[in-house]
């Protein structure tokens, strides 16, 4: 399998980038462009790619390596992860179900109405992606959901909650990718978002809570059946 590389730089990523620009640039292209497990990220071979610096390219796989999305093989250098089995999908899940109902509830308590503004503009995202029934690329509606999630959690006020909760989003776009062909539940899932964010319009810290653990119980059962 051959390395990662590209001929021109990222869109948005100048010469001269800091290691979040770099980290953001590797996650879309583990991400959006669907790189298989195994696949080497060569820093010398994506910065000369990319025209940048290996340095912030270092340091961004470093991070990632921590997301467990890459690993660092010896003498071979990073790599793009395995992707989760059952198992590791199911503790993932558990995850989320630890954390995301309780950052609902904080974003919630503290602003509420402005959180609501930003789901609102994800969540009519989301619907539109999901009416493109024909394409069989579905990044969009993923990138709106994941952003959904990625709102709340920045609204909760709290940097290692965000922290945790950002990863979790990015191992299920990657599954769903790998694994899901077409999302086929979006009906569902579309209505677990608007019930949260009925929640949020309505200023209830408590629905808001309840609402998004309905929502993650829901992705757990479509996944598994049960």
């Known amino acids: 399998m051959g390395a990662v590389g590209r001929q021109v730089r990222p869109a948005g990523l100048g010469r001269t980038v800091l290691m979040d620009e770099a980290y953001e640039a590797l996650l879309a292209l583990i991400l959006d462009e669907g790189l298989e497990p195994g696949t080497p990220l060569r820093i010398d071979t994506i910065a000369k790619d990319w025209g940048v610096s290996p340095t912030p390219l270092r340091e961004a796989l470093a991070k990632l390596e921590n997301t467990g999305l890459v690993q660092r093989v010896p003498h071979r250098g990073y790599t793009v992860a395995p992707l989760l089995d059952d198992s590791g999908f199911r503790e993932l899940m558990a ?15 503290r602003d509420a109405a402005g959180t609501a503004r930003v789901l609102a503009e994800r969540h009519r995202e989301m619907m539109a992606a999901a009416a493109q029934r024909e394409a069989d690329d579905f990044r969009a509606y993923l990138q709106a959901d994941s952003a959904f999630h990625a709102a709340i959690a ?73």
């Open 95 to 109: 995850a989320r179900l630890l954390i995301e109902p309780y950052s609902a509830r904080q974003a919630c308590e």
């Open 154 to 226: 920045q609204a909760a006020g709290n940097r290692f909650l965000a922290a945790a909760i950002d990863p979790l989003g990015a191992h299920v776009q990657r599954f769903r990718r790998f694994t899901g062909g077409r999302i086929t539940d979006t009906e569902e899932a579309l209505a677990e978002h608007a019930a949260v964010l009925r929640a949020f319009e309505a200023r209830d810290a408590a629905a808001c809570e309840a609402a998004m653990r309905t929502h993650l119980e829901g992705v757990a059962h479509r996944a598994f059946g049960h």
